[in-house]
């Protein structure tokens, strides 16, 4: 089934953000064996709208249209698609009723520009969205004599991901016409690309026109896809049985999981197997690792808290760190890290600590300890150990990879103790 | 001038990468003055690109290609070019020479592949690359009854970057048909897109053909955007001037500034300047507070550090808070989230203190406090308080909005302590 993407925004066209829609439902449809054909931008201009949907409509199976869906003067592709499919728009009673409470629940007055939400094209269903108030729209059509799906969806990543997959992906699902392809993803930790490629070696032995292998990094690690081509079901999934197997005997513990599955959440099953509760002390990650292992849900069942120690004084008011191992070896050191995770477990009466300290950057960076520099802590019961890593040059990317590496070390000690 | 971008490879239309390269192009052209109309993606197909390039120069005055132009099979976009402008491929001896030393340099032999490098469609200019070995190529034409400016640039961002910049900007910038459209951005916090637009009430006397204003929401708060497209410079600064004062006398305190600045910057600087330090106490942001605080570099200035407090224990212990409290009004309520604010003020010495509890969800909500229940807690040395809010029902959202909530709670305490 060949889909198209249209993506609607000024801001899109003149940069002011970045196009991330359109990566994230060309890969979603490209899972679910589509063929994007071709992603078009532009802005909130109905002549240009309708002018791609026509386009669009007389190629593409399935088109999808983000942005524009609005309460303001500027979100007009309701309008636009109400007209080019020749479908009046009516106010739908239990959506309005549904965003009435909506705006009730968060004691607020539904502001007048709001109902607009609740207009539907005439002969469109409506998508469910499970995060904001607007809704999606769904049509299928006969245009240009071929059978049509066409989705539009709100703009806001969030929305557009959480109404595609509730009401969208279910959809196309169904359908018989879709193209088979057969995808694995492994998900590995604590190991970058090129080293990755490395310990895998030749691999030409199992890669072929109906075989493929590709990387996906990124700062929580790196995904391995493997997409098999082979229109035997059967035999694509022993294509991806023997592939993975491979993978797994060359980089053994790296390999963390498979599908959606991320650090935090294998760290999280870990921990609660175990019967284990943990707590970070954390400098140079200022917070990230809490965030991270509270954004998977259930976490209070180990997660206790953490201390985020910036100051020299909190390292030593709140964690117990000592101001002479700060003065003699400096903040980021093995001394202060296995102190920092020694602390925060005593100090909030958990089983595992984990801690950073490091340089993140820009500014901060000496030749023995440049930018990017950072010690990792951890204490358990029996045994505490730092271990020094050095990633980037930049800030943000050094909180995210400091705090990835905080969390495998964790879950590799915990792997470790198991055996 | 009218510019349309064409950007070619399957990898941006399966999502295996976000299409960077349109945002970062559309910034600069539309620095420049131009209006970027479309910008479309296809993949490596000759017969898609060439449809493409068709279709945009119609209506472009220019056409900016990005990508295919390597020396691996699929990169065809060089081919398609020279043959959609009638232009044979010569190779240019003085390239290929370049390109030869290029490898020399590296020790390595040419491969066989890149002297496809060397390859100009005859009567195209070559773009010179700072960074890499392939060159960029430029072409004027009379296409369809209207002059044309072609450009063709590699798809590796930095090269791409790199040969825009050294070669392309000079060119434009001589070009005296730039029509100006002039950009002002306006950020605000702490109110949402519907009240913003209510708030702002009838524009129509200032909106028009030559202005326009446009919405931009994340969980970080709305960005507006505002563009007009005089083609007087200074006309069309007064015309945004115009429009920013009517924004500011509507919405006062929810304008936190201009451009690219974020809310924790804007919080930053007021904490700097009023020589204030800052310390949150997180129980359902998780450490999101601190990450977000530490995001700005120099933030080591205010910030001071964090509690993360999951657990009632750590509430307690870390913070101070009584147990009394949490039994009789429950760990989301005002009673504890000022005392965790003050607590956190008190035990890590600082002058503000932040804090919030609530329910992230999916799971945790009652009648009373339904997923998306915050209480927000300041103190600082005159006073203390709590705000409930509400927001949605998504967990990862919920943290982001809770976080937001908080730091602007914090701005405009400082802002009233002021005034």
């Known amino acids: 089934m060949r889909a198209h993407l249209l993506t609607i925004g000024d801001e899109l066209l003149i940069g002011q953000t970045t196009n991330t829609n359109a990566a994230w439902l060309g890969e979603k449809l490209s899972r679910l064996g589509m063929e994007v054909e071709r992603t078009v931008t532009v802005g909130d201009d109905p002549e240009r709208i309708r002018e791609e949907i026509n386009r669009s409509a ?30 009046p728009l009516r106010t739908d009673e239990e959506i309005l009723a549904r965003i009435r409470r909506y705006y009730e629940r968060r004691d607020r007055q539904l502001p007048s520009a709001a109902s607009k939400l609740a207009q539907v094209p005439d002969g469109f269903a409506t998508l469910d969205n499970p995060v904001g108030a607007a809704v999606g729209l769904w049509h299928e059509a006969t245009v240009h004599d071929g059978h049509r799906l066409v989705g539009v969806l709100p703009g806001i990543p969030e ?41 895998l070696g030749d691999l030409s032995d199992l890669l072929g026109e109906k075989l493929a292998l590709a990387y996906l990094p990124s700062t929580n690690g790196v995904r391995l896809r493997l997409t098999s081509s082979d229109t035997d079901r059967a035999a694509a999934e022993k294509r991806l049985d023997r592939l993975e197997e491979r993978i797994r005997s060359q980089v053994g513990i790296h390999v963390i999981g498979t599908g959606k599955v991320t650090l935090e959440d294998v760290l999280g099953d870990t921990l609660r197997e175990g019967g284990f509760t943990i707590a970070s002390a954390e400098s140079a990650t200022g917070g990230l690792i809490g965030h991270r292992l509270t954004s998977v849900t259930g976490s209070s069942d180990y997660y206790q808290g953490s201390v985020t120690a910036y100051a020299n004084a909190v390292k030593q008011s709140i964690l ?37 300290t490091g340089i993140a950057g820009p500014t901060g960076g000496t030749p023995e300890k440049p930018v990017g520099t950072v010690w990792l802590g951890y204490a358990d019961e029996v045994r505490s150990r730092a271990v020094r890593q050095q990633f980037v040059e930049d800030r943000s990317l050094n909180k995210e990879l400091f705090a990835s590496a905080a969390l495998d070390l964790v879950r590799r000690e915990l792997v470790r103790r198991d055996e």
């Not at 969208?168 to 930790?189: F, G, I, W």
């Not at 070896?329 to 909030?348: H, N």
Request: hydrophobic share 45%; aromatic share 4%.
């Open 320 to 356: 117990g760190v000592e101001l002479g191992a700060i003065a003699e070896y400096g903040a980021v050191s093995e001394a202060v890290a296995v102190q920092m995770a020694e602390g925060v477990r005593d100090r909030l009466d958990v089983d595992v600590g984990v801690a950073t």
């Open 58 to 87: 007389r190629r593409a199976q399935l088109l999808l249209l983000t942005g524009g869906l609005g309460p303001t003067h500027d979100d007009i592709t309701r309008e636009v698609v109400a007209e080019y499919f020749d479908a």
């Open 159 to 199: 929305e557009m991901k959480g109404i595609f997959e509730a009401a969208v992906m279910p959809r196309l699902k169904q359908r018989a016409d879709l193209r088979a392809a057969t995808h694995r993803t492994l998900v590995t930790s604590g190991i970058g690309e090129s080293a990755l490629q490395e310990r």
